[in-house]
């Protein structure tokens, strides 16, 4: 199942840099896509989700990007913090269904 | 801040043997979910729950699996007779569908399932 891909599994940003996170997606059907964060030992955290019919969300430090013709959404950290540092997933849902399909993630570290 | 709460954190069994997870899903919410995580994996999606009854299910979700809410507060998973590559991380989430309109599930900590 390969519904959702985040093909970078690692990151390393500067601290007050930009960290920028992709996902990409085949489903066209998908109504919602949602970032989680996730440190050790904890379940993944909620950051911010967005609409199918938006391009758009922004959340204080967090933006999340969708690009429906090609299938690509973005989660964009300014600025970046080193409590930032953890592994970021991407997930979709559609509306018919109750589940959250996950990608594989991508470990974030930003560094002073 | 309202949370969900997950026990044990780690669970070590014997192949063969009968596991109980347990889950105090957020107290206002309506939906109620298992996931799990096999070290180095993607997260999966395993069953969800509403209104007393399995609303959806996945193909990972077989016979050996149960869920059940005994109470008004308890969601629980239980594993019938365990298997080696039943040995992942299991994380409970409960939702409210509608609220925002975002589908947003809210997820525990986690219980780290170990089968010998």
């Known amino acids: 199942d390969q519904q959702v891909k985040q093909n970078s599994p690692s990151l390393s940003v500067q601290e007050g840099r930009i960290s920028i996170l992709n996902c990409d997606y085949t489903?066209?059907?998908?109504?919602?896509f949602l970032w989680y964060k996730k440190y050790p030992a904890e379940g993944p955290t909620f950051l911010i989700s967005?609409?199918?019919?938006?391009d758009k969300n922004e959340d204080g430090r967090f933006t999340v990007f969708l690009n429906k013709s090609a299938k690509h959404l973005s989660l964009h950290i300014v600025p970046s913090q080193p409590g930032d540092s953890a592994v970021y997933f991407c997930?979709?849902?559609?509306?018919?269904?109750?589940?959250?399909?996950f990608g594989t993630g991508t470990r974030l570290q930003v560094f002073p | 801040e309202p949370e969900v709460t997950q026990t044990p954190s780690h669970q070590v069994t014997q192949m063969g043997q009968e596991v109980i997870l347990r889950c105090v899903p957020i107290?206002?919410?309506?939906?109620f979910y298992w996931y799990r995580q096999i070290l180095g994996q993607k997260v999966e999606f395993l069953v969800s729950f509403y209104n007393n009854e399995i609303s959806e299910k996945s193909e990972i979700f077989d016979d050996q699996f149960s869920v059940e809410r005994p109470d008004g507060s308890n969601f629980t998973l239980k594993i019938r007779s365990t298997k080696l590559e039943d040995s992942a991380m299991y994380f409970c989430?409960?939702?409210?569908?509608?609220?925002?309109?975002?589908?947003?599930?809210?997820f525990g900590p986690g219980t780290r399932l170990t089968v010998t």
């Open positions: 989430a409960s939702s409210v569908p509608g609220q925002g309109s975002s589908y947003e599930q809210y």
């Open positions: 107290s206002n919410h309506l939906y």
């Open positions: 489903n066209s059907m998908f109504d919602y």
């Open positions: 997930a979709a849902i559609l509306a018919s269904t109750d589940k959250l399909i």
């Open positions: 967005i609409s199918s019919i938006k």
